[in-house]
Each structure stands twice: as C-alpha cells, then as structure tokens.
C-alpha cells in the first residue's frame, strides 16, 4: 500500500511563508506525478500545483510567482514552498501521487491521496 504524508501546515499571518512536504512511502517503483490539492470550506477541491518525475510544473493562476514546486525523485517527496501568502490561501492542503506504479512488471497505475494538512492564513 502506498500512502502519502503530509507535513508543514500551520497558522501563519498575511505575507509570511510556509512549506509543505509530502512523502509516499510503501512499495513504489515509478510515480509520474506529484501535486498539491487545496479544499476550502464550501469549494471544491482543486489543483494548486503539480510536477512531473522530469520536471515539469503547472500552477494555478493564483498561486504563480508566489508558490514553488519541487520533487526529490529518489526520495519520493514533494514539496510546495509558499510565499507571500493571502487569507484566500486558507484550507485543507492534499498531497496527490499520480499514476503510480508498485512493480517494475506490473503496468497497472493508481493514484493516491494523503490526509491533507491544514494551511490557515490570517492575523
């Protein structure tokens, strides 16, 4: 079984930063995709920023210029460094793994969700 693991959220003020981590751990052999989710109470779900095992990235228009992706392949972790935050960036933040892959014979793909972790914004 594959789980990621969220860390890093917290209450932090207006402007300030925080960074996210997220680890898969359990038997894994490729993952194509790593990605932050973000649910706001009453919103739905949705993508805040994505990277590809070669390293490609795609942000949500809100979050350009003031978030970061970045991914240790090795290590299976990604992270979301997030700067000049707003009170709009308050909610639940949800670490993604996409089209992962458990064995080296084994074509399947399944992606997986972390538990989220909390990022509130405000003073």
């Known amino acids: 079984q594959v789980q990621p693991v969220e860390s890093g959220g917290g209450l932090v003020q207006p402007g300030g930063s925080l960074r996210l981590s997220c680890a898969a751990s359990g038997t894994i052999f490729s993952i194509y995709a790593m990605g932050w989710y973000r649910q706001a109470p009453g919103k739905q779900r949705e993508l805040v920023a994505a990277?590809?095992?070669?390293?490609?990235?795609t942000y949500t228009d809100s979050v350009k210029g003031r978030f970061t992706i970045y991914r240790d392949n090795a290590k299976n972790t990604v992270y979301l460094q997030m700067d000049s935050l707003k009170p709009e960036d308050t909610a639940v933040y949800y670490c993604n793994a996409e089209r992962v892959r458990t064995k080296v014979l084994d074509l399947r793909v399944r992606d997986y969700w972390g538990q989220g972790t909390q990022v509130t914004v405000s003073s």
């Open positions: 990277i590809t095992s070669g390293g490609s990235t």
